[in-house]
Every structure is written in C-alpha cells, then in structure tokens.
C-alpha cells in the first residue's frame, strides 16, 4: 500500500503525519487548501474527518454538486450569520449555490488557507467565474467575479454543525454592477 506523508506546521514544528493510499483517495476529487494549519493536539485521525468535512463543503462551493454540502452539514445545521431571506438549515446554503450559479455558472473556489484547532475549521476560500447569468434584475454581461470568503465551521460527529461567514459583497456587488 501506498504511503504519502503529509507536512503540518505549527509554528517553527512540523509534523509529518503518514497518510496510506486509501486515507488520500477519498479526498483526492475535494478542493485542496494551499495551505493547512492544524491544531497539534488533534489525532491524525481526527485532523483527517475535520479536514475532510470542511473541504467536502468547500468543493460543494466549488463544483455546485450538492451531494457534497448534503454529506457535509448535520441535519440540525445553524447558518449563524445568514443573509436576509435565507431559509435555515442545510438547504440554505443549496439554494443559495443555485441562485448564484445561474448567475455566475461557471463559478469556482480555492482554499487559501485553512486552519483547524479544537472543534472548528476555518477557511479563507478565493471564488472567480464570469456573471453571464441573472442576479435579481442583472444581467451579466460575461464580466469577471474575483472576491473573497471566511468561514468558521463547528464540527461535531462528522458534519458541520454550524457555519459562521463572511464575504467581501463589497467587491461582489460592484463587479455584478449593482452599486
């Protein structure tokens, strides 16, 4: 069997945690941070689910797949700053990805940065594509969208239980031309 190691700092340490080829490949089609930061009293084995949970969700936000975000949320899932109008629970976030994919289709993000300490996860996702959809009354006129993301997760059992977040709308709004 196939044996990877996988490179954590924590400060001025590194630990390199022995990964087998079976552990990777179930995370090999998720997006990948370019940089990982994690709490050295984590397991291996608990780093593993929690950093797979969270870049199954973050894929979701990647690709629209929402088998991803539905294996990812917990049923009781509490989006903690939500929008105005955004239905609770795990299908918030389905609809959300809907609206804004017919706006911006071909739309994909990068994890910039994720670090996992205690039960959270926090990630610093980039999200590009092209508005050549509808937004509310726009209509895109094939102009690029390049802005930002943070998102803190609670973990519990596997799944996200909770999601704190925040975007650059700022810079969303005014490349969409809605400001």
């Not at 999200?127 to 102009?143: C, P, V």
């Amino acid at each position: 069997m196939k044996r990877t190691t996988l490179f954590l700092r924590f400060g001025t340490t590194a630990i390199a945690l022995a990964l087998s080829g079976a552990a990777l490949a179930a995370n090999t089609d998720l997006v990948k941070p370019a940089v990982l930061v994690a709490d050295k009293s984590l397991t291996p084995s608990q780093l593993a689910v929690m950093e797979t949970v969270a870049r199954r969700y973050d894929t979701f936000w990647h690709t629209g797949e929402e088998r991803l975000a539905r294996e990812a949320l917990a049923a009781d899932f509490v989006d903690e700053t939500p929008p105005q109008g955004r239905q609770p629970g795990p299908e918030g976030p389905l609809l959300a990805s809907r609206a804004f994919r017919a706006a911006v289709p071909d739309l994909g993000c990068e994890i910039e940065q994720m670090i996992i300490a205690g039960d959270r996860a926090v990630v610093h996702l980039h999200f590009r594509g092209h508005f050549t959809g509808t937004f509310g009354q726009l209509k895109g006129r094939g102009q690029a969208v390049d802005f930002i993301a943070t998102d803190i997760y609670r973990i519990e059992h596997g799944k996200i239980a909770a999601n704190w977040h925040i975007e650059d709308n700022l810079t969303l709004m005014r490349q969409l031309g809605a400001l």
